[in-house]
């Protein structure tokens, strides 16, 4: 099925810096979402996005919604051990008839903090 | 509220056998989407029911199967099971666009 391209794949980073990751779809979509999954855990809404441009905070968590809607990201300021996880973007259609597609997510960004 | 609930959390089974996977959803909530996890192909949608209709799919075969009750519970059945569906089935239930993942159930296909 199709897949949105997330990257980077992998983050080893100090605890206290910022971490950005992003995604990219050849696709529209007209809701970007973020999850954190945590082992053994499904994945948690971080944060929603519904219209291109939109910036919207969560905390530490900022995220875009890319203004061609093909495209994400997410910023994570002043990294603390518990940020540690795998985050996903996902895109999804949403249709004025109250339908939706199924979401499509991209492979997921480890973040790793060394101490 | 009670989140997402899913059973068994853990199953072992063996190549041609089938499985029933259970979802309760959050309550209140009247859609409910079931996705597969593997390392390899990442979280995949498998479909979506909403009062009691499939009202989407993705890309599975049809031994994918699934159901939904009149109160919103969930069913999802994979039969003659392949080596391949071994991975971690999460189910979704949402109100409105969020969706609210259950914990998963862990399929190992021997």
């Known amino acids: 099925g199709q897949q949105l391209n997330q990257s980077p794949q992998s983050m080893f980073i100090q605890e206290g810096e910022d971490v950005s990751m992003n995604c990219t779809s050849s696709?529209?979509?007209?809701?970007w979402l973020w999850y954190k999954q945590d082992p053994g855990e499904g994945p948690v809404l971080l944060i929603a996005l519904y219209k291109a441009g939109e910036l919207t905070s969560n905390g530490r968590l900022t995220a875009q919604f890319g203004i061609t809607r093909k495209d994400s990201f997410l910023n994570i300021s002043a990294s603390i051990p518990s940020d540690v996880g795998i985050y996903f973007c996902a895109g999804r259609m949403l249709y004025s008839g109250g339908g939706a597609d199924g979401l499509t997510f991209g492979k997921g960004t480890h973040l790793i903090i060394q101490p | 509220k009670a989140g997402v609930t899913q059973t068994p959390r853990y199953l072992i089974k063996t190549r041609g056998q089938q499985v029933t996977l259970s979802c309760s959803p959050i309550?209140?909530?009247?859609?409910v989407s079931w996705y597969q996890q593997t390392p390899g192909q990442g979280l995949q949608f498998l479909f979506e029911?909403?009062?009691?209709?499939?009202?989407n799919k993705g890309n599975f075969p049809g031994r994918f199967s699934g159901r939904q009750f009149s109160n919103s519970r969930s069913e999802m059945n994979v039969s003659t099971l392949e080596l391949g569906d071994s991975a971690l089935y999460l189910c979704a239930s949402s109100l409105g666009e969020i969706q609210f993942f259950g914990p998963g159930t862990r399929l190992t296909v021997l």
């Open positions: 309550s209140g909530h009247r859609s």
């Open positions: 029911y909403f009062s009691e209709t499939q009202r």
């Open positions: 696709s529209i979509f007209n809701t």
